[in-house]
């Protein structure tokens, strides 16, 4: 099938929006791994933003702009179920609501099967990032300060029994980013214990 078809079948099969944020401007067929771009069946019409934010495994996603999801996991179309699922997959540890909406979502099974392929599970091998007790600590969790810490940069100590919600990995599994007095610092896990 030629671009030019694959983008007038998915412009009339989504009405000329994205099919996943409603957006009108700079749309393109989006291949849903593990295919390319080559079918309707396969792929999505999508704006520059969410391409944006789909292209790598790694891509930070905005919570606020994916709250389309909420409405996209619904759709009769295939490859947009496949990508919101993924895509809350993705969100569910740093986004109660897309856990939650995730719980909710049915998908037909060769659908999930398809969604399921294509999410990323963390290499065993990988480096695990542990706490001050050796409990494996997770995107989202909760930690809690078992020293006073001086922030480098600031004038305020971090002290110890100070709870951190929703923290963020890091490539070093020694350190992770957590949000004190309203400034986000960079912990190191050997002074934090899991809530």
């Not at 099938?1 to 401007?25: F, Y």
């Not at 409405?71 to 997959?89: G, K």
């Not at 398809?114 to 990323?120: C, K, L, N, Q, T």
């Not at 992770?176 to 309203?182: I, K, M, S, Y």
Request: aromatic share 6%; proline share 5%.
């Amino acid at each position: 099938m030629t671009d030019a078809r694959l983008t007038h079948d998915l412009v009339d099969r989504s009405g000329n929006i994205c099919e996943l944020c409603g957006a009108h401007h700079e749309l393109a067929p989006f291949g849903v791994a593990p295919f390319e771009a080559e079918s309707a069946e396969h792929a999505a019409l999508l704006c520059a933003g969410c391409r944006t934010q789909i292209s790598g495994e790694d891509a930070e996603l905005d919570p606020t702009h994916w709250f389309c999801l909420q409405e996209a996991i619904w759709s009769p179309v295939a490859p947009v179920q496949v990508l919101s699922y993924r895509l809350l997959h993705r969100l569910a540890p740093r986004a109660t609501w897309a856990a939650d909406l995730l719980a909710q979502a049915y998908l037909p099974d060769e659908v999930l099967a398809w969604a399921e392929e294509g999410i990323h599970t963390p290499d065993d091998d990988a480096p695990r990032t542990l706490d001050s007790n050796g409990t494996e600590l997770s995107e989202g969790d909760a930690v809690t300060l078992i020293k006073d810490l001086d922030v480098k940069g600031t004038s305020f100590v971090a002290k110890r029994g100070t709870l951190v919600k929703g923290i963020h990995l890091t490539d070093n599994p020694e350190h992770v980013e957590g949000r004190v007095n309203g400034t986000v610092i960079v912990l190191k896990t050997m002074f934090l214990k899991k809530a």
